[in-house]
Structures are given as C-alpha cells and as structure tokens.
C-alpha cells in the first residue's frame, strides 16, 4: 500500500522558515510527479507546488513563488519543501501527495501543521 | 475566492438524489482538463472519490456518478446514505495560472 509520511511542522514566527518533509514508499517514487496541497483551519483545499519525477518541471500557486522551494531526493523516495517569509495566511496542515492516473492526487499523506504566529 | 465554484452545501434525505456542481471556466475545465473530486471527512485526510470527470476509484460505490460538459462538472449521488455526509472537492488544472485549482468545497448533510 503506497505510504506518504511528511514531517517538518510546527509553530514558527512571522518571517521565520521550516523544511517540511515527504517519505514515500511501496512505490516507484521516481517515476511519479508529486505535489504538495494545503488546507487552512476550517477551510478548503489549496494546490501549493508540484514537481515532475525527474525534478526538471516545477511549478508553484501565486502566492507562494519566491518564498517556498519544492525538491525531491528520489534515491531517498523523499519531497521536500523548504517553506521561507512565512506570514500568518500560511498557517496550514500540508499534505504531500502522489500525482497519479488522468493528473489526479491519488494518494495522500497524513500531513504536517504549520502554525505562523508570534 | 476559489477558481471553481462549488455551492457550500447540499443536502438530502436518506434515498434521494443530490448533485453537486464545480463550474469553471474556459482556463480550466472548459480547456478539456480532466475533473477529479475528493471526499473528507471532518479531521481526516481527502481522499480521491472520482478522477477522470467519470472514473470511480476501487471502493467508491456506484451510486457515486461523474459528469463534465463545457465549462461545468458535477458529482451525483444516488440512493443517498448517512455515511456519505462529507465534505466534497473538485478539482482541475487551469492553463492560465499553470497549476492545479480546487473547487471551495461542497458539505453534504443527509437530513
């Protein structure tokens, strides 16, 4: 059974940074894109950035380009984001997930929390 | 404000039929990309429940119908259950932003 486990939350300040982590297995971690998706308190789902499964293509929401920086180690079946400038309206669970058939996300993480707070 | 939009909830008595819409635009889901929807429960991680526009993941039950048609995708549910009370979400690729977009979610209550 394909298995996403992130780490890397927790609680950082305004303008501060964490690496959020990604470990992938029971799959063929190098031959699959990978995106990562968040989701505030209480609110819906938001597409964050994805990567391609060689790390050639890579792609981020308004929002966060310049300030997050997506990454893959595939001989270590891992996705990285390296999260910087953090503000409050980041605060979110990230999940890490698998793109699969016909581009959709089809498997997900458990996901890391993210809390940007003074 | 989401790029596809989705009412914020429907509802409906055990047996009957509701339909949940996601309209886009011509960026998106009216550019051919694929729709796809997922199911959460409170505290829980979403779950891909229709990928393709029609395409039922193992474990999704057929009363569980996809669609698209233009700009505009719905999710139907037959035969409604009370373990289908969930939180539901479309989503897309969108051509002009060069990324994934997601409806702002639907929640299902059966009454």
């Known amino acids: 059974e394909v298995q996403l486990v992130e780490s890397g939350g927790g609680l950082v300040q305004p303008g501060g940074s964490l690496r959020l982590s990604c470990v992938a297995s029971?799959?063929?971690?190098?031959?699959?894109?990978m995106t990562w998706v968040r989701q505030a308190p209480g609110k819906g789902l938001e597409w964050v950035s994805s990567?391609?499964?060689?790390?050639?293509?890579?792609s981020y929401t308004d929002s966060v380009k310049g300030r997050f920086t997506i990454s893959r180690d595939n001989p270590k079946n891992s996705l990285l984001l390296q999260i910087s400038s953090l503000r409050a309206e980041d605060t979110a669970v990230y999940y890490c997930?698998?793109?699969?058939?016909?581009?959709?996300?089809?498997?997900w993480g458990q996901g890391t929390l993210v809390t940007v707070s003074s | 404000q989401s790029i596809l939009t989705q009412p914020p909830s429907v509802s409906g008595a055990p047996g009957q039929t509701v339909t949940i819409s996601c309209t886009g635009t011509?960026?998106?889901?009216?550019?051919?990309?694929?729709v796809h929807w997922y199911q959460q429960f409170p505290g829980t991680v979403p779950k891909l429940f229709m990928y393709?526009?029609?395409n039922r993941p193992s474990g999704v039950p057929d009363r569980f119908y996809g669609s698209k048609s233009g700009t505009s995708a719905s999710l139907a549910i037959t035969g409604l259950q009370a373990e289908d009370e969930a939180d539901y979400y479309c989503?897309?690729?969108?051509?002009?932003?060069?990324?994934?977009?997601f409806g702002g979610g639907t929640k299902l209550t059966v009454l």
């Open positions: 029971a799959f063929t971690f190098n031959s699959y894109e």
């Open positions: 990567i391609q499964s060689d790390g050639g293509s890579i």
């Open positions: 393709g526009n029609t």
């Open positions: 997930a698998r793109v699969g058939g016909y581009n959709s996300f089809d498997s």
């Open positions: 011509s960026s998106n889901i009216g550019a051919n990309h694929n």
């Open positions: 989503q897309s690729y969108d051509r002009s932003l060069s990324g994934w977009v």
